[in-house]
């Protein structure tokens, strides 16, 4: 049983291996499915230049660039699956046979025979059983990866050029809202914590809570290589991400209490294709991977339970929502915090009423909280754009609230028209039930004085950015 370990509790060679085989993988042809350059095309590829960052400047140091167009087409290669309840599944297949390929490199090379992957444990920037020291060290790239400065001189293989943050702020590094949902999948609210109902979705747009928060954000956080999707594999930090998310998704069933994954056929019997170690073709169905233990792995450690849940709000995932309001022209982002305002829904057309419920609920648990989401639909832009924090304010305050943090990972693709996208932008939810309770517990509260704020954590360059559509969704009060 191979136990994949938490990167800052290794006090072994697993990283020394580690950057050895990115090496010894580098080396090989981009047309060779064990290659450094072939995995991380399996994820995505792309020769866009977008502002301030250019994919092809990347790519283009593959050994064996350019690759044939029928590779380029095939069904191994652009594969990644986000936006859609196939995220999870897929990159834990992805990640086996990485793994599987990393392992037996490094046997070649004369290393041990069960190199394993490790995980970067971000999550634990909230522990409170760990010094204040130790929670900044979770949610900075582990110091075997290089800085700002350039390689860590002992790990060479594990550096690359192109990162943008090498610290994680520790908002992008949540965990906790994404464990605290119920339901892995639901078509109610977008707000579930594996995504949507879709197909094969290489650029989807029902993006799960763990998948926005804190999967996305992480990798926008980090930004250029890591934060285009046609790039991101190529940093070898992205296979630790994603051992993390991996993680979650255990610990997560692991909380019993009603979350399980889908019985759905769908999802059960859908099927994606691998290369091996031998570079055989393997086909692998969703159901074969939803059990940590048929697989032959396991983590150090769960998610643990000293981090407490964001919110003490009980998840109705059968819950029917109303729309509130919404906006009613695109929102165009700059670097700075935009404010916009809301158009109401006429309140006989209206059946969830938060403001019916100010004054009396000053009492009230917050398990009767009414669940509250603010939907951002059709974003769309171009570039690598950081996180951008989403904040309510009331109509001629000053205060702002903030709600959470979404990272529009895939951007350029999910705006762009083509063979495999529709150009819709990317879709994302966040949950703002806790801050709503609170407001509407204040005196002077009036919902419809409500304006949602957006603001990126850093400015946005050359990049663009616009989101189509700002709504506010409340529970149904029947
Ligand atoms: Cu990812």
Request: hydrophobic letters at 35%.
């Amino acid at each position: 049983m191979r136990i994949r370990q938490n990167i800052n509790d290794l006090n072994d060679d697993t990283l020394l291996w580690y950057s050895r085989a990115v090496i010894e993988m580098k080396k090989r042809d981009i047309t060779d499915p064990t290659s450094w350059w072939y995995q991380g095309a399996v994820h995505g590829y792309g020769v866009e230049a977008l502002p301030d960052f250019s994919e092809r400047e990347v790519w283009s140091q593959a050994t064996g660039f350019p690759p044939p167009q029928s590779l380029v087409d095939s069904e191994f290669w652009q594969q990644c699956q986000h936006g859609t309840w196939y995220f999870l599944p897929w990159h834990r297949m992805y990640l086996m046979f990485f793994e599987e390929i990393v392992a037996k490199t490094v046997q070649e090379l004369g290393g041990p025979a069960d190199w394993t992957l490790p995980y970067w444990n971000y999550c634990n920037a909230y522990n409170p059983a760990l010094s204040e020291r130790e929670q900044v060290e979770a949610r900075r790239i582990p110091e075997a990866f290089g800085s700002e400065d350039g390689p860590n001189q002992e790990y060479p293989g594990l550096w690359i050029k192109e990162r943008a943050h090498y610290e994680i702020q520790k908002r992008n590094v949540s965990c906790s809202q994404a464990m605290q949902r119920q339901a892995f999948t639901t078509e109610v609210a977008r707000a579930s914590f594996g995504g949507g109902v879709t197909g094969f979705s290489h650029n989807g747009s029902s993006t799960g809570q763990l998948e926005q928060l804190p999967h996305n954000v992480v990798h926008v956080d980090v930004g250029e290589v890591m934060g285009d999707p046609n790039t991101a594999a190529l940093d070898p930090i992205f296979w630790l991400h994603h051992a993390n998310i991996d993680r979650l998704w255990q610990s997560w069933l692991n909380q019993g209490e009603g979350r399980e994954n889908p019985g759905n056929k769908k999802w059960r019997d859908f099927t994606f294709a691998f290369h091996n170690a031998q570079s055989d073709v393997v086909k692998v169905a969703v159901k074969s991977v939803e059990n940590l233990a048929d697989l032959g792995y396991t983590y150090s450690a769960n998610y643990p339970d000293n981090i407490e849940v964001d919110s003490a709000t009980q998840e109705k995932p059968d819950a029917l929502l109303d729309i509130l309001a919404a906006s009613i022209s695109p929102t165009q982002l700059s670097s700075n915090a935009v404010n916009t305002e809301l158009e109401f829904v006429p309140k006989p057309q209206r059946r969830a009423r938060i403001k019916s419920l100010a004054a009396s609920n000053k009492s009230l648990q917050n398990s009767e909280a009414k669940q509250t989401f603010i939907q951002l639909d059709n974003i769309v832009g171009e570039g690598v754009i950081a996180p951008v924090d989403v904040f309510i304010k009331l109509k001629g305050r000053t205060e702002r609230h903030y709600v959470s943090s979404i990272g529009l990972f895939g951007l350029s693709n999910a705006s762009r028209a083509d063979a495999r996208n529709n150009g819709n932008g990317l879709n994302a939810t966040v949950d703002a039930t806790e801050i709503v309770h609170t407001l509407r517990q204040a005196v002077d509260w009036d919902e419809e004085q409500l304006t949602v704020e957006l603001e990126p954590q850093r400015a946005l360059g050359n990049a663009r950015l616009q989101v189509g559509r700002i709504s506010i969704y409340s529970e149904s009060e029947n």
